[in-house]
């Protein structure tokens, strides 16, 4: 196979950052998309010096117009097809119910769930002319199991996970996988600004759920890799 042709959203820092350099690490294309284009082209630097050729997609996932025109510009890169799309860019926040705020709620949804699916939806036909074709839907143990003030990113990241099983089960027959990626808490920036005790050095590190991501992709392609939930060992 060629080099691996890779769009990670939200490829700017944190958990994207690190499955873009782990892609590039085995020699990727790979389009880093998200809002900030000075984290975006110092990520691209990162992806070059790693051994991949890195290119960056300003994109908001809220925008579809947006998406449409970054997916564009990846595929202009590629020069056609994906092989893998990571649907990782993602927020995160929490409320108590009596709290929960509807234009938050609405843009948790938005960036979380809906976001996915424009990408998806944009980038469909350029990952039909892959060649190992890989769906990875960054969601969260928090998509598998209920915490206190977390109603909305919990619906945000189910709902991600109902999109993932449904699509694993439609394009299985074009020869698409799709995986569901489950981290525990991860040192990221997500945390920035979030009240609570947060002890990040017990945490993830984005590093651990990139690893996992690839150790997926590099399955033999006839492995059902439906879920993979990421946790700290031990
Ligand atoms: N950290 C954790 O504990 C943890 C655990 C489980 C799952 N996750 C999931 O992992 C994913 C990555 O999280 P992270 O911890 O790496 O967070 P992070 O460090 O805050 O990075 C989030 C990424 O998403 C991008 N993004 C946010 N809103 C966007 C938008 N509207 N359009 C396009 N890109 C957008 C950000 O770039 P811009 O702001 O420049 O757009 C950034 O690249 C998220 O889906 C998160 O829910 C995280």
């Not at 939806?121 to 209920?146: D, M, P």
């Amino acid at each position: 196979m060629s080099e691996i042709r890779v769009l990670v959203t939200g490829g700017s820092r944190g958990i994207g950052r690190a499955i873009a350099l782990r892609f590039a690490k085995e020699g990727a294309k790979v389009v880093v998309a998200a809002r900030n284009s000075e984290q975006l082209d110092a990520v691209v630097q990162e992806i070059n010096a790693a051994g991949g050729q890195g290119h960056a997609a300003q994109m908001n996932v809220q925008d579809h117009g947006s998406v449409e025109a970054a997916v564009w510009r990846a595929t202009e890169f590629t020069g056609g097809p994906l092989d893998v799309i990571v649907n990782n860019a993602g927020i995160f926040a929490q409320a108590a119910l009596e709290d929960q705020d509807i234009a938050e709620w609405d843009r948790m949804i938005a960036i979380n769930l809906t976001g996915p699916f424009w990408v998806m939806s944009e980038a469909i036909h350029a990952l039909e002319e892959g060649e190992k074709k890989h769906v990875f839907n960054i969601s969260s143990i928090a998509g598998k199991q209920g915490f206190p003030k977390n109603a909305a990113y919990s619906a945000s990241k189910y709902g991600l996970r109902g999109f993932s099983d449904a699509l694993r089960e439609e394009l299985r027959d074009k020869g698409i996988r799709v995986t569901t990626v489950y981290p525990t808490a991860t040192d990221t920036t997500i945390f920035d600004g979030v009240p609570g005790d947060w002890d990040r050095s017990t945490m993830l590190k984005p590093e651990d759920v990139a690893e996992a991501v690839w150790q997926a992709y590099a399955s033999p392609e006839s492995e059902d890799v439906a879920d993979v939930d990421v946790a700290p060992a031990g």
